[in-house]
């Protein structure tokens, strides 16, 4: 299916706040369709950027949001059988396809497919990607799982040869069970690293890896694949590659290596060694906006793609110069009377670690208090509770809330917060959970004092407690 002949369609996307749905649905009106969409969870900063760019969006799900009928139904990977509007495509026989089809034939077939993908790091990475690119003439067209700031979008119709894409290891859809990143026609792969995640629909970590292997077999052998050397499941996975790899990270096995980093308040520099990319140095300085060392392991995997695509390596830091990275990653909401709130999206707890490190090297010194708010399918079950409980031990201060979706997690599953605050504070962390956001606002009210940090760590919305902390203190 090209782009000429869905031109002037009528495309309705059921579940429209996802990421990745609303990005799409941009970019589809952008070529001209008429594009609209339901959801029952419509919150910021999502909803913004519908609105901005002036797509109707009804709240909840119906089957009328389906009258007059569209040429073609989006069905997001969070509906399922018995969704109204699911029953009433099947019932009506509309045509409907999922997400990552989508973009597989409307928008990444005939191009050079670049797929980021790993447990962590994904999203700031195709993002850094794409400014690289971007920032190097290439004119590349992108989907990503957050808004990047120097585009101030998720997504970009690019005029280039190029399509980056955060390949999401998640399911496609209720009737396509496979992850999505085996839609993307990848030519061009970074793999950063691999943990067991989404507990919802991977059974363990060995399930996970099957899906791995399974996406590398799609990668052609003009292909690359840039992974991370120093992951064992990462290199576990890498034995089903048929095509060529260069290893990057930390460690002396790796064919693309940084060393000598230092970190500093204003960011993080470091030098990469380089034993596997011809006409370039076998030495070379970066500097870094962005604080933390997988950040460093995010930025190596764009030198080594960016290098194998021909960009120089001084146009390289001059894009890296220049990133104003993404929402919700790391990003300030505000600093009122000395006390600066952040927001992230860590819900892992090696995200939520990596994200605690990286606050304490921009702000060293400073008193930490980490909110968190167990929601995604994984934080809210009891399988990472001993990693939940180590990677929190760089905090002065933790704040839990009620586990989310409780009801739908069976009792002997369940993340246990009283084993967790315990264990804290025999660690002499002071830890307190509040059910309720309004009692964590009131609690900080309270007890912050200039000079504080609290980093905020969700995967969703959390009441928007960002800025109505801000506006309390």
């Given at each position: 299916?090209?782009?000429?002949?869905?031109?002037?369609?009528?495309?309705?996307?059921?579940?429209?706040?996802?990421?990745?749905?609303?990005?799409?649905?941009?970019l589809?009106?952008?070529?001209?369709?008429?594009?609209?969409?339901?959801?029952?969870?419509?919150?910021?900063?999502?909803?913004?950027?519908?609105?901005?760019?002036?797509?109707?969006?009804?709240?909840?799900?119906?089957?009328?949001?389906?009258?007059?009928?569209?040429?073609?139904?989006?069905?997001?990977?969070?509906?399922?059988?018995?969704?109204?509007?699911?029953?009433?495509?099947?019932?009506?026989?509309?045509?409907?396809?999922?997400?990552?089809?989508?973009?597989?034939?409307?928008?990444?077939?005939?191009k050079?497919?670049?797929v980021?993908t790993?447990?962590?790091?994904?999203?700031?990475?195709?993002?850094?990607?794409?400014?690289?690119?971007?920032?190097?003439?290439?004119?590349?067209?992108?989907?990503?799982?957050?808004?990047?700031?120097?585009?101030?979008?998720?997504?970009?119709?690019?005029k280039?040869?190029?399509?980056?894409t955060?390949?999401?290891?998640?399911?496609?859809?209720?009737?396509?069970?496979?992850?999505?990143?085996?839609?993307?026609?990848?030519?061009?792969?970074?793999?950063?690293?691999?943990?067991?995640?989404?507990?919802?629909?991977?059974?363990?970590?060995?399930?996970?890896?099957?899906?791995?292997?399974?996406?590398?077999?799609?990668?052609?052998?003009?292909?690359?694949?840039?992974?991370?050397?120093?992951?064992?499941?990462?290199?576990?996975?890498?034995?089903?590659a048929?095509?060529?790899?260069?290893?990057?990270?930390?460690?002396?096995?790796?064919?693309?290596?940084?060393?000598?980093?230092?970190?500093?308040?204003?960011?993080?520099?470091?030098?990469?060694?380089?034993?596997?990319?011809?006409?370039?140095?076998?030495?070379?300085?970066f500097?870094?906006?962005?604080?933390?060392?997988?950040?460093v392991?995010?930025?190596?995997?764009?030198?080594?793609?960016?290098?194998?695509?021909?960009?120089?390596?001084?146009?390289?830091?001059?894009?890296?110069?220049?990133?104003?990275s993404?929402?919700?990653?790391?990003?300030?909401?505000g600093?009122?009377?000395?006390?600066?709130?952040?927001?992230d999206?860590?819900?892992?707890?090696?995200?939520?670690?990596?994200?605690?490190?990286?606050?304490?090297q921009?702000?060293?010194?400073?008193?930490?208090?980490?909110?968190?708010?167990?929601?995604s399918?994984?934080?809210?079950?009891?399988?990472?509770?001993?990693?939940?409980?180590?990677?929190?031990?760089?905090?002065?201060?933790?704040?839990?809330?009620?586990?989310?979706?409780?009801?739908?997690?069976?009792?002997?599953?369940?993340?246990?917060?009283?084993?967790?605050?315990?264990?804290?504070?025999?660690?002499?962390?002071?830890?307190?959970?509040?059910?309720?956001?309004?009692?964590?606002?009131?609690?900080?009210?309270?007890?912050?004092?200039?000079?504080?940090?609290?980093?905020?760590?969700?995967?969703?919305?959390?009441?928007?407690?960002?800025?109505?902390?801000?506006?309390?203190?």
């Amino acid at each position: 299916m090209s782009s000429s002949q869905a031109n002037n369609k009528v495309i309705h996307f059921s579940g429209i706040c996802g990421t990745a749905m609303a990005s799409l649905a941009v970019l589809l009106k952008k070529r001209g369709h008429q594009v609209r969409g339901s959801d029952e969870n419509v919150y910021p900063p999502m909803s913004d950027f519908l609105a901005q760019n002036k797509i109707d969006v009804q709240s909840g799900f119906a089957a009328d949001n389906l009258t007059p009928a569209p040429d073609l139904v989006v069905i997001g990977n969070a509906l399922s059988r018995g969704n109204p509007e699911v029953e009433a495509v099947l019932e009506r026989k509309l045509p409907y396809i999922s997400m990552a089809e989508l973009l597989k034939e409307y928008f990444i077939r005939g191009k050079t497919s670049l797929v980021v993908t790993g447990t962590h790091g994904k999203t700031t990475t195709s993002s850094l990607l794409a400014w690289v690119f971007e920032s190097a003439g290439k004119k590349p067209g992108f989907m990503i799982g957050g808004i990047v700031e120097n585009f101030a979008s998720s997504c970009h119709d690019g005029k280039g040869e190029l399509f980056i894409t955060e390949g999401d290891e998640y399911d496609t859809a209720f009737f396509d069970k496979r992850s999505k990143f085996f839609h993307y026609l990848p030519d061009q792969l970074i793999l950063n690293n691999l943990e067991f995640d989404h507990a919802d629909i991977f059974d363990s970590l060995e399930d996970i890896k099957k899906s791995f292997r399974l996406m590398l077999r799609l990668i052609p052998q003009n292909g690359l694949i840039a992974a991370n050397g120093d992951d064992e499941n990462v290199q576990d996975v890498l034995k089903s590659a048929y095509s060529p790899v260069i290893n990057f990270g930390l460690g002396e096995a790796c064919d693309v290596r940084a060393v000598e980093i230092e970190a500093a308040e204003s960011g993080t520099k470091f030098v990469v060694h380089n034993n596997a990319q011809k006409n370039y140095p076998n030495s070379q300085i970066f500097a870094l906006k962005l604080s933390g060392a997988y950040n460093v392991l995010n930025a190596l995997g764009v030198i080594v793609l960016a290098r194998h695509n021909g960009i120089a390596d001084k146009e390289i830091q001059a894009a890296f110069d220049s990133f104003k990275s993404v929402r919700r990653r790391q990003e300030l909401r505000g600093e009122v009377n000395g006390i600066a709130v952040y927001d992230d999206f860590a819900h892992h707890p090696t995200a939520i670690r990596e994200t605690i490190a990286a606050m304490r090297q921009k702000h060293p010194g400073r008193r930490l208090i980490a909110v968190f708010e167990p929601r995604s399918n994984t934080s809210v079950r009891k399988i990472h509770q001993q990693a939940l409980i180590d990677s929190f031990s760089a905090a002065d201060e933790v704040i839990l809330t009620t586990l989310h979706r409780l009801e739908k997690i069976p009792l002997e599953e369940r993340l246990e917060i009283k084993q967790v605050l315990k264990s804290l504070k025999k660690q002499k962390i002071s830890a307190y959970e509040f059910p309720e956001v309004e009692e964590i606002i009131k609690h900080l009210k309270i007890n912050c004092r200039s000079g504080d940090v609290v980093l905020i760590m969700s995967n969703g919305k959390f009441d928007n407690i960002h800025q109505r902390l801000l506006e309390a203190l």
